[in-house]
Structure formats: C-alpha cells, structure tokens
C-alpha cells in the first residue's frame, strides 16, 4: 500500500484532532526514528508542542522484522511527565512495548501514549492508543526511497 503526501497531511490532522479530543495532556513528544520522524514533526506543529526527542531504533532488515536495535535515546528530561510516543505503522508492537518500557523505568516518565497512522491487524499485539488506519502487509511512506 502506498501513501501520498496529501494523505500524511489529513492522517496528521486526524491524529491530532482526536488527541485533542481525548484531553490528553502531553508534555512531550518522543518519536521512533526513522519512520516517527515525519509524524512527530506534524503532529509537534499542529499541537503546539516543543518538547521532542527522538530514539533512533532499528527493527526490520529490508521487510522482515529482525532483533530490536535501538541506536540513540534522546537526551531530555521526562521526569513526571506525560509523553506522546509516535511511529508512522505499529507492526507487531515489539518497538513501542520496549521503548515504552524504557521510558517508563529509565526516564521516570508519568504515562505514555502511543500514536501511529497505521497499526498491522495481522500482527500487533500492542495497539496504540491514537492510529488512524489498520492495515494488512507493506506500507510505502512518501518519504521512504522506491527500490529499483
């Protein structure tokens, strides 16, 4: 399945309106690198939110989910506070239950809820509490490169 550019605008703005609907109060937005980069830039901007840090973690090897890597954690203070954690597709659930996990035991962080445009009906085991769509198989973000 591919999205458009003009899809991750009306997604992000979705997302967004139903975050403010639920009067969830974050204080924060920690974003899945790298594809929670786009969204936590949206959905920062259309929440006024400028508090942000990102985990860069790596869990697939091409198309097939693979050992859980996480490469850099954010340098911020989250102490007692709220946090929005945000990936572009929540597959399995394996990326946003660990880091959830560390946001909780190592940066003593309130609660953290977790958004996403897409979540695997298939496979996830760990929905998040803000997503737009369910999905079945593969899906193509604008900004991923095209193979060849």
Not at 57 to 77: G, N, V
Not at 100 to 125: D, G, P, S
Request: aromatic share 10%.
């Amino acid at each position: 399945m591919d999205v458009n550019w003009e899809q991750i605008d009306q997604y992000s703005e979705e997302l967004a309106e139903k975050i403010k609907k639920s009067n969830y109060q974050c204080d924060a937005i920690i974003g899945i690198a790298s594809g929670g980069l786009i969204p936590t830039t949206y959905l920062s901007k259309l929440l006024g939110i400028k508090k942000i840090g990102l985990f860069c973690a790596k869990s697939y090897c091409d198309q097939t989910q693979c050992s859980l890597e996480i490469i850099s954690r954010p340098q911020i203070d989250l102490e007692n506070k709220s946090v929005l954690l945000v990936d572009d597709l929540v597959d399995t659930g394996i990326t946003v239950k660990r880091i959830k996990q560390i946001l909780v035991a190592e940066y003593n962080v309130k609660e953290v809820r977790v958004v996403a445009y897409f979540v695997n009906k298939e496979h996830c085991n760990e929905y998040p509490e803000f997503y737009v769509k369910e999905n079945e198989g593969w899906v193509v973000f604008p900004w991923e490169l095209k193979e060849n």
